[in-house]
């Protein structure tokens, strides 16, 4: 009688067995004489191979282990323990062959015997899995945001540290060539600071997620140029040829990112060459097209190769020259590559040079955007005798900005604020463009240029600067309908803007 599966059930109260078949989780009740003597409906769902009332429950652990359902290392060790631990009060995690997370928990009764509860955890498990993920990936952020920001204040400190003492000195200097040589090492400074600056917005921008790529089908002979005219005059000043291999076709990416890693690669072909030359071709791969930058300069050493494309880095021996750059550029460029999922490579030799190079998709030249007008490579004196307002509220700013444009030989109407420009305008001053600050003290740069058009009785070119950088700010300039530039302005992207609104208005773009 004691051995009869009915007589064990019977044994057990049926309120209780009715409960227990509405449990989700599989439940089974070993007795005294470990011997199943209950076992609900979930259990059956819950093991391939559930035990059967009155199995003993060592025969049911050999034949778990033998199942391969619950993945098992040692097998024969296993069944040791769990008939060693019979009755003891334990809960263990097992994987099962089909992937899922079974948690089984046993607990001992009053006599003698055990019940054990078999619970599907894969969900939690995994929610577990991915919070531990997510917690880990915000610790790596939080350190790399910290590290990021102690490098970026150093090297944000040291060219300002530069800059204070060089405007002191320079200020009761007398000597005309220690002046000259003072005001030159004070713009290598500002123009550190400069890059730098840019580079944090476009590292902040790409952390935010506030950069899509906007895939189209264009020639490469575009975008060429504009790098030609950016940095046509860098290479001058360093005695560097600087070439540009434009092939035919078309590729599809995002027109701006792109411009914006080969930028960072020029540039940091030019920082690193002092002899020689610097040349953008292009090499064709199957349905790609290899975009290489090649330069005859320093290269880079072995050693530093998988780390140069790291935020901050630099080489050891680049260390010590503050000039040598900031160690951003790269780090942007392959971040901007992995947004586009475009290969980037290093190929270099110490001593001879080095090969940037980024591949992109072939494009359709049906697909191509149309009207494209190739710029320009004219820009010495294709600005000489045009006349511009220009309207800033800062009295430094307004004035350097002022003989930077008289340099390239424009004709600038200076005005503090829009009731200044507005009687400008209204006194018959003519102009060809429209150069506003945005921040004013009364209104917006994009309501000043409203309101001069409105003067001029003409849809006259015009174009916003701005320090501030926030994305509804520029937004609501593009919206607008014009281009921006942010501050610190650049007097290359300044020059190619410029040269766009009144040569090219239709490929006037920003913000730069």
């Not at 599809?252 to 030359?277: C, K, P, Q, W």
């Not at 630099?314 to 971040?335: D, P, Y």
């Not at 849809?459 to 921006?484: C, F, K």
Request: hydrophobic share 45%; glycine share 8%.
């Amino acid at each position: 009688m004691a051995d009869d599966p009915q007589a064990r059930a019977l044994t057990l109260d049926a309120t209780v067995l009715a409960g227990l078949d509405m449990l989700p989780d599989g439940v089974a009740i070993w007795g005294p004489d470990r011997r199943l003597a209950y076992g609900n409906g979930a259990l059956r769902r819950s093991l391939d191979a559930p035990p059967a009332v009155g199995e003993a429950f060592d025969d049911f652990a050999r034949r778990v282990a033998q199942s391969h359902e619950l993945a098992l290392m040692e097998p024969d060790d296993w069944v040791a323990t769990e008939i060693a631990d019979f009755g003891k009060e334990k809960s263990v995690d097992y994987v099962l062959a089909h992937g899922a997370v079974m948690q089984v928990t046993q607990r001992p009764t009053r006599d003698g015997g055990m019940t054990v509860a078999y619970s599907d955890v894969t969900a939690i498990k995994r929610n577990e899995q991915a919070l531990r993920a997510a917690k880990e990936a915000a610790e790596a952020t939080d350190e790399a945001k910290s590290r990021f920001l102690r490098a970026a204040n150093h090297d944000l400190r040291q060219p300002l540290a530069s800059l204070k003492i060089l405007i002191y000195s320079c200020m009761r200097e007398e000597d005309e060539r220690v002046r000259a040589e003072m005001l030159h090492a004070m713009s290598v400074s500002a123009l550190i600071m400069e890059d730098l600056l840019g580079a944090l917005l476009q590292i902040g921008q790409l952390d935010a997620g506030r950069i899509q790529p906007r895939v189209t089908s264009f020639q490469l002979s575009q975008l060429f140029e504009r790098l030609a005219i950016q940095f046509r005059h860098q290479a001058e000043e360093k005695g560097l040829k600087l070439r540009f291999v434009t092939p035919r076709g078309t590729v599809a990416t995002d027109r701006a990112l792109l411009e914006r890693i080969l930028s960072n690669f020029v540039a940091n072909a030019i920082r690193f060459t002092e002899v020689g030359t610097v040349l953008v071709g292009c090499r064709k791969e199957g349905r790609m097209l290899r975009i290489e930058v090649v330069d005859t300069g320093r290269g880079v050493k072995d050693e530093d190769r998988e780390r140069v494309f790291d935020e901050f880095y630099r080489a050891t021996e680049e260390r010590r020259v503050q000039k040598s750059g900031l160690g951003l550029g790269l780090n942007i460029v392959r971040r901007l590559a992995e947004l586009l999922e475009h290969p980037v490579r290093l190929r270099s030799r110490v001593g001879r040079g080095s090969i940037f190079s980024v591949s992109v998709p072939l494009g359709n030249v049906w697909h191509s955007e149309g009207g494209e007008i190739e710029i320009s490579e004219t820009v010495a004196g294709e600005f000489a005798g045009v006349p511009v307002l220009l309207v800033e509220d800062d009295d430094i700013l307004r004035r350097s900005m002022t003989q930077l444009l008289q340099r390239w030989g424009i004709e600038v109407h200076a005005a503090a604020d829009e009731a200044e420009a507005v009687r400008l305008a209204a006194e018959g001053v003519s102009v060809r463009m429209i150069v506003a600050d945005f921040n004013l003290k009364s209104r917006t740069g994009v309501e000043v240029v409203r309101a001069l058009r409105a003067v001029f009785g003409a849809e006259t070119p015009a174009m916003i600067v701005t320090a501030d950088a926030e994305p509804r700010v520029l937004a609501s300039i593009r919206e607008a309908g014009l281009p921006v530039l942010i501050k610190p302005v650049s007097p290359p992207r300044l020059r190619v803007l410029m040269h766009n609104l009144l040569f090219e208005p239709g490929h006037a773009a920003g913000p730069n």
